[in-house]
């Protein structure tokens, strides 16, 4: 492909020094490995909240999707882990990634559980080589709904939106520097002040992990 100057994720941090090689900035390779830790995380989670009396037994849907009490399951649930769901939409990643890379490409098989484990195992094993060499902006923003809609069917809602970094807002109010306290949003990616000035993402990222 032909390399840009800035990361193709965020589209905001260039790409330079040792990342002048790679189409992705580290900030965002930390974000694509949260969120796919997150996906991990909240999918053998959805099936307690498909249906009543059911217990963490990991996604497994027959033909019958009747509850036990007779009532229809949450269909919102029900198209997180059935055909089209979260595991499809990342295998189509997966695969493309791996096709990217000339390797055998084959969608995962077996149960739900077996090919979701399977997938995310790919997608981190070849993570390296696609923030290398991939345009991965559609990959970043299917995972960013995926995670959310999952958040959102199980009731997950421990993890803050924000993180308050730890520098002060370097911005100039005329001859003086701003000062308040920078926060950065998961949700959109981005680095503002509590005075609402906003910043350069990956050069606030790195400054606080410093």
Do not use: F, N, Q
């Given at each position: 492909m032909t390399t840009s100057p800035y990361c193709t994720v965020c589209r905001e941090d260039q790409l330079t020094g040792a990342r002048a090689t790679f189409t992705v900035c580290q900030a965002c390779v930390d974000w694509i490995d949260q969120h796919l830790d997150q996906v991990e995380h909240l999918w053998p989670q959805l099936p307690d909240f498909l249906e009543r009396g059911r217990g963490h037994s990991g996604p497994r849907v027959s033909g019958d999707t009747k509850?036990?009490?007779?009532?229809?399951?949450?269909?919102h649930v029900l198209d997180l882990i059935g055909p089209g769901?979260?595991?499809?939409?990342?295998?189509?990643?997966?695969?493309?990634?791996?096709?990217?890379?000339?390797?055998?490409?084959?969608?995962a098989m077996g149960s739900a559980d077996h090919r979701m484990r399977t997938t995310l195992r790919n997608l981190r094993n070849h993570l390296g080589w696609a923030t290398a060499n991939l345009d991965l902006h559609a990959f970043t923003v299917e995972l960013q709904q995926l995670a959310g809609a999952m958040r959102a069917a199980t009731g997950d809602r421990d993890e803050p939106t924000t993180t308050e970094l730890g520098s002060p807002c370097p911005t100039q109010d005329g001859d003086t520097e701003c000062g308040a306290?920078?926060?950065?949003?998961?949700?959109t990616r981005a680095v503002h002040c509590d005075s609402g000035h906003h910043l350069n993402t990956a050069w606030h990222l790195r400054l606080a992990s410093a």
């Open positions: 509850t036990s009490g007779g009532l229809p399951p949450a269909e769901g979260v595991h499809d939409r990342l295998s189509r990643h997966d695969v493309a990634i791996r096709t990217a890379r000339g390797l055998a490409a084959a969608p306290v920078l926060r950065y949003d998961k949700t």
